[in-house]
């Protein structure tokens, strides 16, 4: 089916500073949808996103209700992209969509996408597990948001490694669950991949309603991505929180065992 016979939607788009964000307003409006793009700055917009008639910018924080409903007034999709570029700005995006909702400022809203990471999976290592603490408790966030509110929909997108290049990308989307082996895979998918897929999902989504979706490719973006170091990447982002929750779980331990005796 072509773009022209598709449902056209409204989607506010979080975490729009990321790469994944910014390519997901990219195609969003050449697939001729409108967009409602929470931002931090204004002054720092794309011309071409100012300048297109489907196109509106609110400026503010998640902390600001007001802000947050506006953004989303008159949208029937949310889409959450911060992925694993910037998991706690996931996790504080689904919690203010998750008080507008309560506070019922989101009339419109059918379905929320959230971008997670393969690295939030259930087959996960233990330690990249660790370090996408915010992402699981996002993906459990919109899951309990949908149970609670039956009118409302969500999807999670878990990519792999994510590359910045213009290179094509044949991505394919599966479901999790129902898809326990896949064909050889590159655990490499190109930021406009990942927004090709994300918006063909969002106009033909009845296969992935209130599932979580894989995202995937056969084609080799790199020559070779050290799953090491890219752990080591992450464990660097967020080694101040890993530090203070062990200095935490310690002390506890030791006024615990201080206590005992």
């Given at each position: 089916?072509?773009?022209?016979?598709?449902?056209?939607?409204?989607?506010?788009?979080?975490?729009?500073?990321?790469?994944?964000?910014?390519?997901?307003?990219?195609?969003?409006?050449?697939?001729?949808?409108?967009?409602?793009?929470?931002?931090a700055d204004g002054a720092t917009l794309a011309a071409e996103?100012?300048?297109?008639?489907?196109?509106?910018?609110?400026?503010g924080k998640l902390t600001d209700a007001d802000v947050v409903?506006?953004?989303?007034?008159?949208?029937?999709?949310?889409?959450?992209?911060?992925?694993?570029?910037?998991?706690?700005?996931?996790?504080?995006?689904?919690?203010?969509?998750?008080?507008?909702?309560?506070?019922?400022?989101?009339?419109?809203?059918?379905?929320?996408?959230?971008?997670?990471?393969?690295?939030?999976?259930?087959?996960?290592?233990?330690?990249?597990?660790?370090?996408?603490?915010?992402?699981?408790?996002?993906?459990?966030?919109?899951?309990?948001?949908?149970?609670?509110?039956?009118?409302?929909?969500?999807?999670?997108?878990?990519?792999?490694?994510?590359?910045?290049?213009?290179?094509?990308n044949d991505v394919f989307v599966f479901d999790e669950l129902?898809?326990?082996?896949?064909?050889?895979?590159?655990?490499?998918?190109?930021?406009?991949?990942?927004?090709?897929?994300?918006?063909?999902?969002?106009?033909?989504?009845?296969?992935?309603?209130?599932?979580?979706?894989?995202?995937?490719?056969?084609?080799?973006?790199?020559?070779?991505?050290?799953?090491?170091?890219?752990?080591?990447?992450?464990?660097?982002?967020?080694?101040?929180?890993?530090?203070?929750?062990?200095?935490?779980?310690?002390?506890?331990?030791?006024?615990?065992?201080?206590?005992?005796?």
């Open positions: 089916m072509t773009d022209l016979f598709r449902q056209k939607h409204t989607i506010a788009v979080f975490e729009t500073q990321t790469k994944a964000g910014s390519q997901i307003v990219q195609v969003a409006l050449a697939k001729g949808h409108k967009v409602h793009a929470l931002v996103w100012k300048s297109h008639k489907h196109f509106s910018a609110t400026a409903a506006g953004l989303l007034t008159g949208a029937d999709v949310a889409v959450i992209a911060g992925g694993s570029e910037d998991p706690s700005g996931v996790a504080r995006a689904i919690g203010a969509v998750t008080r507008a909702v309560n506070a019922g400022k989101a009339a419109s809203l059918k379905h929320i996408y959230l971008v997670s990471s393969a690295g939030a999976g259930a087959n996960a290592g233990m330690f990249a597990r660790a370090m996408n603490g915010d992402l699981i408790n996002a993906e459990r966030a919109v899951a309990s948001l949908a149970e609670k509110h039956t009118n409302i929909k969500f999807t999670v997108f878990r990519p792999p490694t994510l590359i910045d290049t213009d290179k094509s129902a898809q326990k082996s896949l064909p050889t895979v590159s655990n490499q998918v190109s930021y406009g991949g990942l927004a090709d897929a994300v918006l063909e999902i969002v106009e033909t989504q009845p296969r992935f309603v209130n599932k979580t979706a894989g995202i995937n490719s056969k084609t080799t973006l790199v020559a070779r991505v050290d799953s090491r170091t890219e752990l080591w990447k992450t464990f660097v982002k967020h080694s101040g929180k890993i530090i203070v929750g062990s200095a935490l779980v310690i002390a506890g331990l030791a006024f615990l065992a201080k206590k005992r005796s």
